[in-house]
């Protein structure tokens, strides 16, 4: 958690192993901007270089992170922003 928290706030890119619900294990590069708690997990919310669009990874299917030395200072907040918009636009009113 401490690494992701620094990553965020630093803008720094990471590589990460993910192994997905069905056990199937990739690699991705993403540009880490929130964290989400949840009652019985934590999200990571970041920009997936390989998919080109925002992913939500639950850090317990993290295998391993670490910082890249690549950044994308100044671009979080923007990323931050869009993505807000694309949960709101997915978002049912009730």
Known sequence: MKALRLAIREE???????RAKTGVDSTRIVLPLALIFYFDNVLL???CELRRAFRHFRIDRMT????TGDTFV???KAL????????????VET
């Open 74 to 76: 100044g671009e979080g």
């Open 45 to 47: 919310v970041a920009w």
């Open 80 to 91: 931050r922003e869009e993505w807000d918009v694309t949960q709101r636009s997915s978002t």
């Open 64 to 67: 391993s992170c670490r910082a």
């Open 12 to 18: 720094q890119k990471l590589d990460i192993r993910y």
